[in-house]
């Protein structure tokens, strides 16, 4: 059974930084294909923040506009966990964060995924 558990949300002042972790059970990231976080308020559409996608040998990353410079993805393998850097937060980046796994369709910022956690709450302060 897929299990992607995230961790690392909080409140922030803007300008703030936080780290997200997702640690997956049930699933390697080492041979995963394409991971990435998206992120969902209530009553708003989800959206794609940022993916990882991994041949075996080099990673990919790729980012939704609104957080490319801010915002960085990477994996541990051997901790079978996938990060999210966050810099230079604004309340704009408040939202419920997902780590999701098992791209479907390609590996790129609308792919949709099969597998998703329960989110990490992210909170930034003006």
């Known amino acids: 059974q897929v299990r992607l558990v995230e961790s690392g949300g909080g409140s922030v002042q803007a300008g703030g930084s936080l780290r997200l972790f997702c640690v997956a059970s049930g699933y390697s990231v080492r041979g995963s294909y394409c991971m990435g976080w998206f992120r969902r308020a209530p009553g708003k559409e989800r959206e794609g923040v940022a993916i990882?996608?991994?041949?075996?040998?080099?990673?990919?990353?790729d980012y939704a506009d609104s957080v490319k410079g801010r915002f960085t993805i990477s994996k541990d393998d051997a901790k079978n966990t996938l990060y999210l850097q966050m810099n230079s937060l604004t309340p704009e980046d408040t939202d419920m964060y997902h780590c999701a796994a098992f791209g479907l369709s390609g590996c790129h910022i609308r792919t949709d995924f099969r597998y998703w956690g329960q989110g990490t709450q992210v909170t930034v302060s003006s």
């Open positions: 990882i996608a991994s041949d075996g040998r080099t990673n990919y990353t």
